[in-house]
Every structure is written in C-alpha cells, then in structure tokens.
C-alpha cells in the first residue's frame, strides 16, 4: 500500500513540474471563448524594398536589370537574407519581408548576363527608416554595366 502511495504521489508531482514548464497559457476572450496564446517574445522584422541606384545617381524602382539576387548581410551575426528568385534579370522593385533590426551591407548578385556590377550599402534597420508605405527601400548602387 505504501509503495502504490508513494508511486502515485510521485507521478502527481512529475506531472505537476512537467506542466508548469508549458510556454502556452489559456487566456479569456470575448464572451467566455478561450484561445492559445505563445508566451515566445517576438522579434520586430522589417519589409525591405530593394532599387538601384544609376551610375548617375538616379534612384531606380521600375524596370528589369541583370540581377542575380539582392542580398542583406547581418554586420553582427553574419547571417544573410536573400530575394534570390533564380538568377538573371529581375525587376525592381524586390521585396524582402521579416528581416530583423540590425547594421547591415546591402548588395546585388549579377545575374546570368554579367552586365553589371553592383556595390554596397551599409545600412541600420529600425522603425525611424520605415516609410509611409511601410518599406525600408534601399537602392544598390551600379558601379559599373556594358
């Protein structure tokens, strides 16, 4: 009798610890409902709009270009968020969404003709680059093209 106290008592107790680790909790809602809620801290990202700037200085969002992919280096953690869409020509605008806040080098791939060369931009993501769209734009400059 003892040992099947014990056994029960002990299985009340993992299963109490095991349930009080959980990361979703039970919250009211309108009129009595209930839903789940994922108590994880989200991380704020960005939508990123990608143009090129001319060897002039014209700002470019229209049109097709050799463009490979546009690529966003994180300067800190060195991970890099990428459109690649298959190489060869693209059309500008590209979109990028959910890149988070943080420095980073913005650049273009070539695409399959090798007609332009594109440089960097180092740049800070946060919400004061947000436009009234919602976008951070960042033009990537042509350095060189045929």
Not at 48 to 58: D, F
Not at 90 to 114: D, H, I, K, N, R
Request: proline share 3%; glycine share 12%; net charge negative.
């Amino acid at each position: 009798m003892k040992k099947s106290i014990f056994t029960v008592s002990a299985f009340i107790g993992l299963l109490t610890v095991t349930t009080s680790f959980a990361s979703k909790e039970i919250t009211e809602t309108h009129k009595g409902c209930s839903e789940i809620t994922d108590k994880t801290p989200t991380t704020q990202t960005y939508k990123i709009r990608y143009g090129l700037l001319s060897k002039n200085g014209t700002k470019i969002l229209s049109g097709n270009y050799d463009v490979g992919s546009f690529l966003a280096e994180n300067m800190a953690t060195g991970e890099v968020y990428d459109t690649y869409y298959g190489g060869g020509f693209q059309s500008v605008p590209q979109y990028y969404e959910g890149l988070p806040a943080g420095t980073y080098t913005f650049s273009a791939m070539q695409g399959q003709g090798g007609w332009v060369g594109y440089g960097t931009v180092v740049a800070t993501v946060s919400d004061a680059q947000v436009d009234s769209e919602g976008y951070i734009t960042v033009y990537i400059p042509i350095i060189w093209e045929e």
